[in-house]
């Protein structure tokens, strides 16, 4: 098997055991067993729980150091603020099982490297979205609107309807809290 197929399948693997029984509570003894290798084959893969998910959260977290990237090199108008929205969404889809671990292993991330590094790409990511100048209200408009965006790609999954629609929804409400922040105070 090539090494990249067992890369994938351990962090597989390590995201089922945690989203089942918590990342404190899965050792890595289980995740080997439930790949049925032994610890040393695991161990030449990862060191520990924590390389796993911090390798997970490289590689799902790609597209969103992709986006960054592109964002700061786009004219900040509300049309680039926009498809930053489309495009953040589409890397929230991909990377659904690493956030999902993240919400239910809170206090978790918080103590590993990653939770500084997602805090750091949020802050970012609000940056891209919002002008400097905004008035309090529209740059919590911002906020809101990433915050939307991750409510309901993990949130609205419990709530009945079409996927696509529910996509389009969130991504709706989004783009009219930015937009409106934009179109700066209502009179």
């Given amino acids: 098997m090539a090494r990249g197929n067992t890369r ?6 390590a995201l089922e055991l945690f ?7 899965t050792s890595l003894r289980e995740i080997a ?10 161990y030449y893969h990862f060191k520990t729980k924590e390389d796993i998910v911090i ?16 964002a700061e090199d786009q004219p900040r108008t509300l049309e680039t603020k926009l498809e930053i929205l489309r495009r953040y ?16 292993n809170q206090a978790t991330v918080r103590e590993l490297s990653i939770g ?5 790409r949020m802050v970012t990511l609000v940056q891209l979205v919002q002008e400097p100048d905004l008035g309090m209200t529209d740059r919590v408009r911002c906020v809101s609107a990433l915050f939307t965006m991750h409510a309901g790609t993990f949130f609205m999954q419990n709530v009945e309807g079409d996927p696509e629609e529910k996509r389009e929804a969130v991504l ?13 105070p209502q009179v």
């Fill in 8 to 13: 994938q399948r351990i962090q597989d693997v």
């Fill in 19 to 25: 989203a089942e029984q918590g990342y404190e509570k």
């Fill in 33 to 42: 067993e439930r790949l049925q290798v032994t610890k040393a084959a695991l």
């Fill in 55 to 70: 390798s997970l959260f490289q590689d799902l977290n790609r597209p969103v150091d992709e986006l960054i990237a592109w």
């Fill in 89 to 104: 969404q589409e890397a929230l889809t991909g990377a659904a099982p690493l956030f999902r671990f993240m919400q239910e």
């Fill in 116 to 120: 500084v590094t997602f805090k750091e």
């Fill in 172 to 184: 709706e409400v989004a783009i009219d809290l930015v937009t409106q922040a934009h179109q700066g």
